[in-house]
């Protein structure tokens, strides 16, 4: 199908907007949900593409039950989760992200080598059917994002929003712009993101941004301490989050991200800087293909029954288990 031109022509039709209506997010894994769930909480439409009804069904079922828990702590009403849920659409089709305002890309590709590939194709798809000031941004955590920008025909109407999980509790998201990238873009998307109740921390591109970087250097350090007998996985964690003033300790914090991103960044970062601290510690590569790859899968460095943690204390060449 041809395209007009003028349907890009945005360096002088981009204009901001007063409210923005609609979001659509690509990709709906936990950090995808954790998104939708507070954009819709917020009073925003989302719809989210993903790859197969079930999947779809599967994640509107996921978010209905963060939901009740809410609810079960006299959080939420039923009759607000009812509206939020209302707000929040699954669909096959990038079709239906035309009407959307701003995108956020958040696919989660196991295959470290062809995610960046599998990302460019998405933004090439989300190109062909938003409108002109639409703003196209990616959650990508250590890749960059001029990368992902190079396959759309105008790359100022994109940048880097990387939210940080647990998302409903972390109030600011890094932005990054890119060489391209244009004020009118980083003007919607400081908006949205006043919107969303999110402090915008304006970043320059770098893989990892901040956050991430800092995450994997405090967990392999928590590693190379635990493999050397320094002492245990909760002891680590409870030093950390005495001194911290974290609410989790670095392996806490691993099983809940899932240790198979914490490998992908780390190898995505010692890919791109070839710096020792960012290769990634064997117990990580361990647990790994192990698929200890914790909250998500029931064991990690702890043994996870739903929220709850179970301190494992069998020795470190077994994984943890007796």
Request: aromatic share 6%.
């Amino acid at each position: 199908m041809s395209v007009s031109l003028e349907r890009f022509a945005l360096n002088q039709q981009m204009k901001p907007k007063g409210q923005l209506q609609k979001v659509g997010l690509i990709g709906c894994g936990a950090v995808g949900q954790e998104i939708a769930l507070l954009i819709s909480q917020k009073g925003i439409e989302v719809v989210f593409i993903d790859l197969s009804k079930e999947l779809i069904d599967s994640i509107l079922i996921n978010m209905s039950e963060e939901l009740d828990k809410l609810i079960n702590k006299w959080g939420m009403t039923p009759s607000e989760k009812k509206l939020v849920m209302s707000r929040i659409k699954g669909s096959l089709n990038y079709e239906d992200i035309a009407d959307c305002d701003v995108i956020i890309e958040s696919i989660n590709s196991q295959k470290a080598a062809a995610n960046l590939e599998e990302r460019k194709e998405v933004f090439r798809k989300i190109e062909q059917h938003v409108k002109p000031d639409a703003v196209i941004t990616s959650n990508t955590a250590t890749m960059m994002i001029s990368d992902l920008a190079a396959v759309l025909e105008h790359p100022e109407r994109s940048a880097g929003m990387h939210f940080i999980s647990p998302v409903s509790k972390i109030n600011l998201v890094e932005v990054v712009s890119h060489f391209h990238t244009n004020q009118v873009s980083l003007d919607v998307i400081n908006k949205f993101a006043k919107m969303i109740g999110k402090k915008v921390i304006e970043v320059n591109e770098s893989p990892g941004n901040i956050s991430t970087r800092m995450i994997v250097n405090m967990i392999n350090e928590a590693c190379a301490i635990l493999t050397e007998g320094v002492a245990s996985v909760s002891d680590i964690d409870e030093v950390m989050m005495e001194v911290t003033g974290n609410s989790f300790g670095p392996f806490e914090m691993a099983d809940r991200y899932g240790i198979d991103k914490i490998l992908k960044w780390m190898n995505n970062l010692y890919h791109e800087f070839g710096e020792l601290k960012y290769k990634p510690n064997p117990i990580i590569k361990r647990m790994a293909r192990a698929k200890m790859f914790g909250r998500r899968t029931g064991e990690g460095f702890y043994k996870w029954e739903g929220n709850h943690k179970i301190i494992k204390t069998g020795s470190i060449k077994n994984l943890g288990r007796e």
